[in-house]
DNA sequence: CGTCATTTTGAGGTATTTCAACGAAGGTGG
DNA sequence: CCACCTTCGTTGAAATACCTCAAAATGACG
């Protein structure tokens, strides 16, 4: 409908590591741009409720997105976060399994579900394109399993600084002033199945052991990459 | 190559559920078998070594696989566990990310990754159902999150049975006797990151509240539907 | 500068881990 | 067919780590 800059899986500016298979041509691009919707949404504002009926598959622009998991008692657990230029929204039997949240303001792209499949049902290479991202998505589910199998906490944490420095270095961000952690410490702690005050206490230690530093707010350096690596891969 | 019987995504025998989207024509199927080969192994032999040049993609026709990660302290975790149509070997830059090994006998289609390729371009429509089963599989691993973020031992366990079940009501295998529970304590445990130990006396507490019963050797029967289902919701 | 949200710190309770030992089941070879 | 052995499963007791409850400190924002 509207113009679209950058979309899915444009080169990120930047980037280390352009791998060519998750390349989009500009034609395929124009082509995604054509059916999308642009939403901005300020942090906090839900994308969709859980069990609204699904018509839309999202990709993010820009900023962060969780996918929340409501238990019974009230409590919440985060199953996902998303970034940018990642793909959300996939329904089951028609109906969105989580409830998506804005962490940070974003910006997503908007594809009616039923117009994104005609186009992918067209084009077999960008089909194989959304084949290949969904698949990546897949596999780093998996790989966000083996920290939640994980029992210690600051395992945990550094795990999750680990996994938030790739996510930044695959989207070219490799941020010279540390790593960006947009969510807060009670994010943290339902993503990674850990209380609030564990998550501090870890984060606190690993401070304390000069592991890493924290030179301003929701950012994090790593100034001993040796021990982190090690608590990453410890166990 | 060889004539292949009910492949991957074939209408299992008996399904209740036997979503449309999830089945292949016979033709696809046909272009399925004619680039597989069907392999047989018995438990505990390995499909492949993380690591390895990932040359092909694994469709399994029965039996189950678990996805292994080996920690340097020699322990391993398992990452997942693939039941009959599932997909596995997707690669990350052309190797495999896991150690992937029977856990019973298995009967496993290989398909040559350039071959699979090439038939999933030149046609669209078996694409989507390969992008729907991965997308299928991926919310899967999603939902295996939730578990694993749960901290009580039982709870995680009752969580266990609960995915099993629901894997053999989808696989159409509802059988009278309970939930086939093919894997060992210690596999169990490795997966729902416990320690052996803790997974025995969870199932036994299980077992003395009469929620469940084993009436034979990795066997489970659900006796209390209610209170069990409390438990899988609870916290 | 006051208020609210976030983060940190403290102390006790509870669950799982660890370490150790025993019992049961299945497979192999004589 | 039985003995032997390996794997699997169960149970016990102490140590550890996180959770819970509580409160203070820090930072953001009007």
Redesign the interface.
């Known amino acids: 409908m509207e113009p679209i800059p950058p979309l899915w899986l444009a080169p990120p500016a930047g980037a280390r590591t352009a ?1 060519l298979k998750t390349l989009l041509t500009p034609a395929h691009r124009r082509k995604l741009a054509a059916i999308a919707t642009r939403l901005e949404l300020r942090a906090r504002m839900p994308v969709y409720q859980a069990d609204a009926q699904a018509d839309s598959v999202f990709i993010i622009g820009d900023g962060v997105i969780k ?1 929340v ?1 409501d ?3 009230g ?1 919440q ?1 985060i ?2 976060f998303w970034f940018a230029r990642d793909v959300f929204g ?1 329904a ?2 028609g109906r969105y ?2 409830t998506t949240i804005a962490v940070t303001p974003v910006t997503v792209y908007r594809l009616p579900i039923e117009t994104l ?1 005609r186009v ?6 960008l ?2 394109q ?2 290949t991202k ?2 990546h ?3 780093e ?2 790989r ?3 920290v ?4 210690d906490a600051v395992g945990r944490v550094a795990m999750f600084l680990s996994m938030l420095a790739r996510q930044q270095r695959g989207a070219g961000g490799e941020r010279a002033g540390g790593i960006a952690v947009p969510m807060s410490r009670s994010d943290i702690a339902a993503y ?2 850990l209380t609030l005050e564990a998550v501090s206490r870890a984060t606190r230690r690993l401070v304390g052991h000069g592991v890493i530093a924290i030179p301003e707010r929701r950012v994090v350096r790593i100034l001993d990459p040796r021990r982190f690596e090690q608590l990453v ?3």
Not at 148 to 151: A, G, M
């Open positions: 791998s996918a998991h238990l019974p008692s409590r657990q199953v996902s996939l089951e039997d399994v989580y499949r992918l049902l067209d084009d077999s290479y089909q194989f959304f084949l969904i698949t998505e897949f596999r589910s998996q966000q399993k083996l939640l199998i994980r029992r990674l199945g891969a410890k166990i």
